[in-house]
C-alpha cells in the first residue's frame, strides 16, 4: 500500500488512518488493491470527511478539453455544474514524488488569489486536490489577453480604448497594493480578458506581500522588459513603485504596439531605459549610486532626464495629458513615482475621450488557448524565448 | 500582512467560538474512542509548549523569523481540528507545518535542508525519505482548503506603540506574551487585534520588574515574567477596573482605560483572553518535557505513525 503523509495502517486494527485516507483518495485507481474500498469503510471517517469535501468540490467540475500545457501547469476548460458556468480548471503538476514540495509559484498563487477579490484580479473558484495534483479553479477568461491585440495588426484601436484597458489595469493594481500584495509580474500576457471585455490581472506566481520595513526582497522579479531601474540596480527594499513602472511600460506599448524599451540583457535593458528616459544620478534620484549594481556613467555620456516634450513627441496618440500620467508612471527615483492610488487621481481619466464601454472594445473570440497559455507558463518567462529569466529562482534565505 | 483581516478566509473560515471549537474537538473524539483511552495525552496546552519548543529547535539553525513559527503554529492548530493527533505523527506534521510556514512567510528553506535538521533532532520520527515531507505539505494544505495566510498580531503591536506611547520593555513584554498566545486555542479564537490589545494591557499591567533585561531573544515567552502573576491578586483587579471602565488605579492604566473604552474594541474579547493567558501560565508549572516527549513517543511507536 502507498506510504501515507504521517501515518500507516494501524497494526492492531485493520483499519487505516484518515491521512492514509487522504492520499488513497487520489491513489486509490493505481493502487489496484482492496486497501481503497477499507478506507471508505473504515471507522474512521475524520480524514474522509475532508476527502469527501474535497470530492464535493471536485464532482461540482467537469473537466472538458485540455487548453494548452506549460512548464508548470496544465490548463483545462472545466464546467461548474451548479452555476452551469465555464472555468479553467489549472492542474499545478506537483513535482515527482514531491521530492522538492510544492513550487513556491503555485503556493503563492493560491495564497494570494485566496485573498483577494476584485473585478480586475482573475478570481480562484475553489482549490481542489485530486490525483495528487493541486487543481486551482480559475475564472474563464476566454478573450485572450493584452498581448495578443496589441500584436494583432487586424485589430485597430485608439486612445477610448487604452483609456479603458488602462484604467482596469491601474484598478486591479491599486486594490493589490490596498492589500499589501505586490504583483512582481505586470505585463501585457498577464493582462487576461473576460468575456465581457473585462481586464483580470493574472498571474500570482512571484506575488508577495510587501515586506516588513527593512526587510530584503528579492531583485529578481518582473519579466525584463517591464522591470524598473531600482531592480535592475539589485535594490532588495522597494514598493508598489516597482508594479507601477511594469504599468507604465505596458501603457506605453499600448500607445507604440511594440514594447517601449526591449533589453537583450539586463544591462542592456539599463542602457535603453537611460536612453529613453535619462541616466539615473544622485541629482534625479537621490541614493541610486549606493544600490549595489549600479554603474558608474561617465559624465560626458550621461543623458538628461526626459522632459514633458519627449513623452508628447513619443506618444502623440496619447494626448499631453496622457503623456503626463505615462511620465509620472516611468520616473526614474521609485520615491518621486506616482502610485497606484494617485494614478487613478490624475485628471486623465476625465478629459476626453471617454474611456470606451467593455462591450465596444476591440475583442478576440474564443481566445482561451491564449489564456491557458499564460496560465501555464512560469513568471519572468517571455514566450519560451530560450533566455529563462531567474525570476523563479527559489532566493533560499535571503527574502 | 496581506490582503484585509476582514475579508480573509481566517476570519471568514478559521475563527471558532468557544462552543464551536470545543465540539469539532469532542466530535473528533467521539470518532474514535479506543484510541482516546489507549492514548491519554497531557493538557492541550502542555503539548502545545512542548511543540513550539520543538519548532524553535528545527527553526534554530536556518535563522528562522518568529513570524514563521508562529504561522507553523497555527497551522497545527487548524491541522488538529480536522485530525486527531493520535493517528498521526506529530514530528512529521509539525516539520510540514514549519517547511510550509517559511515558504509562507517569504523565507523558504529548501526541502533537504528542512529533513537533515529534523532528522538530527528526532532521528526516530522523520525518515530521510524528503518525499514524505512534501506528500504532508500536499495533505496539510488540502486540509486547510489552501486557505494560508495568517494575520498575526505583531504589526497591530508596533502599530499601536506610537499612539499609546509604549516603553521598550513594555513592547518586549507584550511581544512575548503575543509569542505565548500560540500556545493556546486564542488564535482559532480571537483576530488578531484583540491579542494584541490583550498583550497590551498584560505588558501595562504587570509591567515587567526589570524592564527590557529579560527578553533578549524575540523568541523568548513572558512566562519567566508571569509565572507569579496568576497567582497575584493585583492584575486581577485591574482587570476588573477595565472590565466596569472606571479607570482607577496609576494613570498609565487609566490612560490605556480610556483609550479602550474609545476604541471600541471587544473588551469582553480582551478580558477572557488575559485570563486564558494567565490560566496558561498557571498550566506551564506542570510542564515537563520529558513527559510530553515520553507520550508522543510511545502514541507513535505503538501505532506505527512513524512509518
Known amino acids: 500500500m502507498a506510504a501515507s503523509p504521517f501515518a500507516s495502517r494501524s497494526p492492531s486494527m485493520t483499519v487505516a488512518s484518515p491521512n492514509t485516507a487522504i492520499r488513497l483518495k487520489a491513489s486509490a485507481a493505481q493502487s489496484g488493491s482492496g486497501s481503497a474500498a477499507d478506507v471508505k469503510t473504515s471507522s474512521q471517517p475524520n480524514g474522509e470527511l475532508t476527502e469527501q469535501l474535497n470530492n464535493s468540490v471536485a464532482q461540482n467540475y467537469e473537466r472538458g478539453k485540455k487548453l494548452g500545457e506549460g512548464t508548470y501547469a496544465v490548463v483545462y476548460q472545466g464546467f461548474r455544474r451548479d452555476t452551469a458556468t465555464t472555468v479553467a480548471i489549472k492542474k499545478i503538476k506537483v513535482n515527482a514524488d514531491y521530492k522538492d514540495g510544492l513550487a513556491m509559484d503555485a503556493i503563492r498563487e493560491v495564497k494570494y488569489l485566496q485573498e483577494l477579490s476584485h473585478p480586475n484580479v482573475i478570481a480562484l473558484h475553489d482549490v481542489f486536490s485530486k490525483h495528487e495534483n493541486l487543481h486551482l479553479v480559475l475564472e474563464f477568461l476566454p478573450g485572450g489577453d493584452l498581448e495578443m491585440l496589441i500584436r494583432d495588426q487586424n485589430v485597430q484601436y485608439g486612445a477610448a480604448d487604452i483609456k479603458a484597458w488602462m484604467g482596469m489595469l491601474a484598478r486591479g493594481v491599486w486594490f493589490c497594493h490596498e492589500n499589501y500584495v505586490l504583483h512582481r509580474d505586470i505585463k501585457p500576457n498577464n493582462l487576461l480578458i473576460a468575456a465581457d471585455g473585462e481586464v483580470k490581472l493574472a498571474d500570482f506566481g512571484l506575488a508577495r506581500s510587501f515586506a516588513d520595513p527593512y526587510l530584503n526582497m528579492t531583485h529578481q522579479v518582473i519579466t525584463r522588459w517591464y522591470r524598473p531601474p531600482e531592480l535592475l540596480y539589485g535594490a532588495r527594499q522597494y514598493s508598489g513603485a516597482v508594479d507601477v513602472w511594469s504599468m507604465g511600460m505596458v501603457f506605453a506599448e499600448l500607445l507604440l504596439r511594440v514594447p517601449f524599451v526591449a533589453g537583450n540583457t539586463d544591462l542592456d535593458q539599463i542602457s535603453k531605459i537611460c536612453e529613453a528616459f535619462g541616466t539615473p544620478t544622485e541629482e534625479n534620484w537621490p541614493g541610486v549610486t549606493k544600490l549595489p549594481y549600479y554603474i558608474e556613467t561617465d559624465s560626458s555620456q550621461i543623458i538628461p532626464t526626459s522632459g514633458r516634450d519627449f513623452f508628447s513627441r513619443q506618444f502623440p496618440t496619447a494626448g499631453p495629458v496622457g503623456a503626463d500620467l505615462l511620465m509620472s508612471m516611468c520616473t526614474l527615483d521609485p520615491r518621486k513615482r506616482i502610485t497606484a492610488v494617485q494614478a487613478l487621481r490624475h485628471k486623465w481619466w476625465t478629459i476626453d475621450p471617454q474611456p470606451t464601454k467593455n462591450e465596444d472594445l476591440p475583442q478576440k473570440r474564443h481566445a482561451e488557448k491564449k489564456m491557458a497559455e499564460d496560465m501555464s507558463r512560469r513568471g519572468g518567462e517571455v514566450n519560451d524565448s530560450p533566455f529563462k529569466n531567474a525570476a523563479r529562482q527559489l532566493d533560499f534565505g535571503g527574502r | ?307
Not at chain 2, 523558504?108 to 528526532?122: C, K, N, S, T, Y
Not at chain 2, 480582551?270 to 506542570?286: D, M, P, R
Request: aromatic share 8%; proline share 5%; charged share 20%.
Open chain 2, 1 to 307: 500582512m496581506a490582503a484585509n483581516y476582514w475579508a480573509s478566509t481566517q476570519r471568514r473560515h478559521w475563527l471558532f467560538t468557544r462552543e464551536k471549537l470545543a465540539e469539532t474537538r469532542d466530535r473528533l473524539r467521539d470518532r474514535d474512542k479506543v484510541t482516546h483511552s489507549q492514548f491519554p495525552l497531557p493538557d492541550q496546552r502542555l503539548l502545545n509548549i512542548y511543540f513550539n519548543q520543538q519548532l524553535i529547535k528545527l527553526g534554530k539553525r536556518m535563522s528562522t523569523r518568529q513570524q514563521a513559527i508562529a504561522t507553523a503554529q497555527v497551522y497545527l492548530k487548524r491541522f488538529y481540528t480536522k485530525n486527531e493527533i493520535r493517528q498521526t505523527n506529530p514530528y512529521l506534521v509539525l516539520t510540514t507545518a514549519f517547511y510550509l510556514a517559511c515558504k509562507m512567510e517569504e523565507c523558504p528553506q529548501h526541502i533537504r535542508f528542512v529533513v537533515g535538521e529534523a532528522r538530527g533532532l528526532w532521528p526516530e520520527f522523520i525518515t530521510p525519505d524528503v518525499a514524505k515531507l512534501g506528500e504532508c505539505e500536499f495533505a496539510l494544505m488540502s486540509e486547510m482548503n489552501s486557505q494560508l495566510i495568517i494575520h498575526h498580531p505583531y504589526r497591530t503591536l508596533s502599530e499601536l506603540q506610537t499612539e499609546l506611547s509604549l516603553g521598550s520593555g513594555e513592547i518586549a513584554l507584550a511581544w512575548s506574551v503575543i509569542n505565548d498566545h500560540y500556545l493556546t486555542d486564542l488564535p482559532l479564537l480571537n483576530p488578531p487585534h484583540i491579542i494584541a490589545v490583550m498583550a497590551i494591557v498584560v505588558a501595562v499591567v504587570f509591567k515587567p520588574s526589570h524592564p527590557g533585561g529579560a527578553f533578549s531573544s524575540p523568541a523568548q515567552s513572558a512566562q519567566s515574567t508571569m509565572a507569579g502573576v496568576a497567582r497575584d491578586g493585583n492584575g486581577m483587579n485591574m482587570l476588573a477596573a477595565l472590565a466596569d471602565r472606571t479607570g482607577t488605579g496609576p494613570p498609565r492604566i487609566q490612560k490605556l482605560v480610556q483609550w479602550l473604552a474609545e476604541s471600541e474594541i471587544d473588551i469582553k474579547a480582551v478580558i477572557e483572553s488575559t485570563q486564558e493567558l494567565l490560566s496558561l501560565y498557571e498550566v506551564w508549572e506542570q510542564y515537563s518535557e520529558k513527559h510530553c516527549k515520553e507520550f508522543i513517543g510511545r502514541m507513535v511507536k505503538s501505532k506505527n505513525l512513524d512509518k
